[in-house]
């Protein structure tokens, strides 16, 4: 039986589309939010920190403030920033806005831009509120 | 989109698409991202504008009931957002039955420990920590 088969068209995957910025801001989308597990994960920390006293919180901003825990902060929010700002946009695709061409690919380059301001702008409240 | 509409009014008034089901699979998840939306949005500008992160103003944050309840939400939001993400994920790239239903009851559990973990900080804060 198997002979008689003829080979099934294939949809085209990854790796015969030309790139563009929608499909892009799709798998960021996804990526993003499998990501967002660290961004719960460091805010479950400073909760649970926050509950287990001021020595222990202490310890959390210490190893937060390091040059790596920033780091992995900023990642954090980066991924959060870049998701709620695409999560706005997808909000608005299920409202019937929007979904066009021209305007998906512009919307599109706004929330990756968004994403990487949206979380500059958060660290740098950060530090503001910090006093630094 | 001019296309006729083959649905009976029946399937229409019960709204499930051709698989029958995960309509609201599709609406919890946007519920949860709306709420998620202003959670976040308020938490972090009141956290950031308004306090200065240290232990004690933040023990004084979460000693509003209003702050502290936007807070737990948030965290009951994250996680079911997150688990409901995570489940789709799965579906697209787990197809072994078997591991499929292991990894999607390890996801159950993961969201209901970041909500247990939130929530029980949450409350120890707001009795004061």
Redesign the interface.
């Known amino acids: 039986m198997a002979d008689s088969i003829q080979p099934r068209p294939l949809s085209p995957h990854l790796q015969v589309w030309r790139w563009h910025v929608t499909m892009t801001t799709s798998i960021l989308h996804r990526a993003t939010g499998v990501a967002n597990l660290a961004a719960i994960v460091v805010l479950l920390a400073w909760l649970a920190a926050l509950a287990a006293g001021s020595e222990q919180y202490a310890a959390f901003q210490a190893l937060i403030g390091s040059a790596f825990g920033r780091l992995v902060l900023f990642g954090c929010l980066v991924s959060v920033s870049y998701h709620i700002a695409n999560g706005i946009r997808h909000l608005l695709f299920n409202l019937g806005i929007g979904l066009d061409k021209k305007t998906a690919t512009i919307s599109g380059w706004v929330v990756i831009v968004l994403g990487f301001t949206g979380a500059i702008k958060m660290m740098w409240l950060g530090y503001r509120a910090l006093g630094h | 989109m001019a296309t006729k509409d083959f649905r009976t009014p029946l399937s229409k008034a019960r709204g499930n698409g051709a698989s029958g089901h995960g309509t609201e699979h599709v609406i919890h998840q ?1 519920a949860l ?2 709420g998620l ?1 202003l959670g ?1 949005i308020y938490a ?1 500008t009141s ?3 308004f ?3 240290s ?2 103003a ?2 004084e944050w ?1 000693s509003n009931p209003f702050n502290a309840g936007v ?1 737990a939400l948030l ?1 009951i939001a ?2 079911g957002h ?1 688990n409901l ?2 489940q789709v ?1 799965i579906e697209d790239y787990i197809h072994k039955p078997s591991s499929k239903a292991l990894l999607m009851l390890g996801i159950n559990f993961l969201a209901a420990l ?1 909500a247990a ?2 929530i ?3 409350i ?2 707001y009795l004061g ?1």
């Open positions: 946007r991202a709306v939306l976040f972090a956290i950031l504008f306090t200065n992160l232990h004690q933040m023990v979460f807070m965290i994250a996680a997150f993400g995570v994920v970041m973990i939130g029980l900080s949450i120890k804060i920590a």
